[in-house]
């Protein structure tokens, strides 16, 4: 069994910056795939941005150039630096680690 927990939501004013983590812990032998996911009330769950353990990431077009995928992997540790939000970032943001969802942490971005 693995436990996932985000943590760092919070309410920010457009511009404004905000960094998720996300901690995996339980029984882990190795992790290959870690993402952050974003839900908006009325809309499917996105996925905004991935990463694997061959090094490769993904991002939503609507995330790049603003957010920040990172990996601690001796922590079992992911991060998400969000910069320059906008009130269409708005959501509740979930961690998936291999097959594991976290409970999610909200963000909302509003003035």
């Known amino acids: 069994q693995v436990q996932v927990v985000e943590s760092g939501g919070g309410l920010v004013q457009p511009g404004g910056s905000l960094r998720l983590s996300c901690a995996a812990s339980?029984?882990?032998?190795?992790?290959?795939?870690m993402g952050w996911y974003r839900q908006a009330p009325g809309k499917e769950r996105e996925a905004v941005a991935r990463?694997?353990?061959?090094?490769?990431?993904i991002y939503a077009d609507s995330v790049k150039g603003r957010f920040t995928i990172s990996r601690d992997n001796a922590k079992n540790t992911l991060y998400l630096q969000m910069n320059s939000l906008k009130p269409e970032d708005t959501a509740v943001y979930y961690c998936?680690?291999?097959?594991?969802w976290g409970q999610g942490t909200q963000v909302t971005v509003s003035s």
């Open positions: 998936k680690v291999d097959g594991y």
């Open positions: 339980g029984s882990i032998f190795s992790i290959n795939f």
């Open positions: 990463t694997f353990s061959s090094g490769t990431t």
